[in-house]
């Protein structure tokens, strides 16, 4: 009694394979309130010791009297410093005005112009 293959799907084994499902899934959510149920208090592993206050005293008194490193900032002198500043009594240099700027700008952008003509870059 062999069945071959057919048409259409194979109700049969699809019938059994959603009860085998049902099964599994009943046993499952049994298992799960027997051990909801049946939950004890874990014991909880034991805590780390704890490290005395004597020994970490010790170490923060030694950490005190290690040497620290240098550094090595340097820092302007005085003498630098105030010739860096500007005096009262001196005026601060002119700024060009925008419009030679400008017309500076031109000349040179002209300048490129005619370098690029010539191929010189």
């Known amino acids: 009694?062999?069945?071959?293959?057919?048409?259409?799907?194979?109700?049969?084994?699809?019938?059994?394979?959603?009860?085998?499902?049902?099964?599994?899934?009943?046993?499952?959510?049994?298992?799960?309130?027997?051990?909801?149920?049946?939950?004890?208090?874990?014991?909880?592993?034991?805590?780390?010791?704890?490290?005395?206050?004597v020994s970490r005293q010790k170490a923060l008194e030694y950490a005190k009297k290690i040497p620290r490193p240098k550094t090595f900032i340097t820092r302007p002198s005085e003498q630098e410093v105030q010739e860096a500043l500007p005096q009262a009594g001196t005026s601060l240099p002119q700024i060009p005005n925008l419009e030679s700027l400008w017309n500076r700008h031109e000349r040179e952008k002209e300048l490129v112009a005619a370098f690029k003509s010539l191929h010189i870059f």
């Open 1 to 53: 009694n062999m069945k071959l293959g057919g048409l259409g799907p194979d109700y049969e084994t699809i019938k059994e394979k959603v009860k085998k499902l049902k099964l599994q899934k009943e046993y499952s959510r049994q298992i799960n309130e027997y051990n909801m149920k049946n939950i004890t208090v874990v014991q909880r592993l034991p805590a780390k010791p704890q490290v005395s206050s």
